[in-house]
């Protein structure tokens, strides 16, 4: 299954505390993202073994010369926000409604890259 997403790939934000209780800051982000994936969305979560590829195409910024942004089209992305935070996000997104639960997940992939369209392409496969 494959999918792409338009806009600026997403990243988990800390969870926070207002003094009384605890709250996930990424939690709109992640209905977002489940309405996003509902073309792939299988009848019944996925069971077996997962591997999850996540392409996050970041917006060059638009201070950068033309020539500057073309250079750098497609090219790694070395700056925050952590793959591990990508990672996180549409993993957490994707449990319960793409697979079961994301401990199925036993290969993952997140790769950054500079994009004049930023956008998000994940790659789901069953192993």
Known sequence: MKIEIAGQPKSQKRHRTNGYRRYDPSATDKK????QLLPIKPPKPLEGEIGLIIEAHFQTPKSWSKKRQKEVEGTYRPKSPDVDNIFKIYSDAMNG???????QIIHGVVVKYYSMEPKTVIT???F
């Open 32 to 35: 977002t993202i489940r309405k």
């Open 97 to 103: 409604y793409i697979f079961e639960d994301d401990r």
């Open 124 to 126: 789901v496969s069953e």
